[in-house]
């Protein structure tokens, strides 16, 4: 079975530059989830899809970040302008629905902001 | 809020000794509990689960957890260190019930010497 695939693996931009990471979650996941890991932390939680539908965005910065999730699969998250701050790990995971339901973690995107 | 604290971002051991990662949680509710490893460079690996029944959980590579509700703690435990179970070790909490949001500690990083 494949696992959570994401891409780019790595990407270096300027601060006020725009950036697009995307991930394909495990087949037949309902849930698909995006985490912002900085160095030394923990991961914490951007954002949460169910299908197409957004249940937790209460920690993702909107007014520079976005997400989407066309149809249900597929998703991008978006940043712009990209900020210092936000160098960190991005990792997507996928999950069937239910609360107690295991998450499958893709390899992350790691982003430098310069 | 439900938080999750890790005592010892740092743990060193021989090979062959025990393993002791500390984890202890904060919920007014017991919470569904997890354990996550981190290898250099790649997503996160689920170790173990507690969800309901048997307080102690067995997971893979030989790792096992026990739920004390007493305590809020779930300590992850592996009796035998091996060289390869250097790596950085998350304990998560998810809200029983409802959407499965994680919540991640800080990470421990286990570091394994001959």
């Known amino acids: 079975e494949a696992g959570v695939a994401q891409s780019p693996r790595y990407k270096i931009i300027e601060k006020r530059q725009s950036v697009a990471f995307w991930c394909n979650p495990i087949s037949g996941h309902a849930t698909l989830y995006w985490y912002q890991q900085i160095l030394g932390q923990g991961p914490k939680l951007l954002i949460q899809f169910q299908n197409n539908g957004v249940v937790d965005d209460s920690q993702l910065p909107k007014d520079r970040f976005s997400a989407e999730r066309l149809k249900g699969v597929d998703s991008t998250l978006k940043i712009q302008p990209a900020k210092l701050e936000d160098s960190a790990v991005y990792l997507c995971a996928s999950s069937f629905f239910g609360s107690s339901e295991t998450q499958y973690f893709g390899p992350g995107t790691r982003l430098l902001v310069l | 809020a439900q938080s999750v604290t890790q005592l010892g971002s740092h743990v060193s051991v ?12 904060s919920s007014s509710v017991p919470p569904y509990l997890f354990w996550y490893v981190q290898y250099p460079n790649q997503g996160l690996q689920l170790l173990l689960k507690y969800t309901t029944g048997a307080t102690l959980v067995k997971g893979i590579n030989g790792f096992e957890a026990e739920f004390k509700k007493s305590e809020t703690s779930f300590h992850l435990t592996k009796p035998s260190a091996h060289m390869s179970d250097a790596a950085e070790y998350f304990c998560a909490v998810s809200p029983s019930g409802g959407y499965n949001k994680l919540i991640f500690g800080a990470g421990t990083r286990l570091a394994v010497h001959p």
Do not use: D, I, Q
């Open chain 2, 14 to 25: 021989s090979e062959g000794a025990l393993v002791l990662l500390r984890c202890n949680y």
